[in-house]
């Protein structure tokens, strides 16, 4: 099958003296996204040859714990979904959600904070 449309993602990430992320933005033209800022960012890629997930986890100096909390738990809530939409495996995907609830309950999220 030809390739019909080519669409890109970027982040831009600008660091300090010490290669800390001071500002993270993206960029996703074809999503209507422009210089974006974001305070933090979780990219996977698998490598199929050598079967293993190779990952970028940035996120800025000045992002708040509650904030990285909150992030983490939508995060694997997200995660979830996706498990069930790749694999259909209903079981599994409960037992994660399960998960993601007990770590919503440990760091005390609510969905209205």
């Keep these: 099958m030809a390739v019909v449309h080519k669409s890109e993602i970027n982040l831009n990430v600008e660091l300090d003296e010490n290669k800390v992320p001071e500002k993270l933005s993206w960029t996703a033209k074809d999503g209507g996204v422009e210089n974006e800022a974001a305070k933090a960012v979780l990219l996977s890629v698998w490598n199929s040859e050598q079967q293993e997930t190779l990952k970028i986890d940035l996120w800025t100096k000045d992002m708040p714990m509650d904030e990285m909390k909150k992030f983490m738990h ?32 440990k760091l005390e999220l609510t ?3």
């Design 74 to 105: 939508q995060t694997l809530v997200s995660l979830s979904d996706t498990f069930y939409k790749a694999t259909q495996d209903e079981k599994m995907t409960a037992t994660m959600k399960d998960f993601c609830d007990y770590f919503a309950e």
């Design 111 to 113: 969905k209205d904070k």
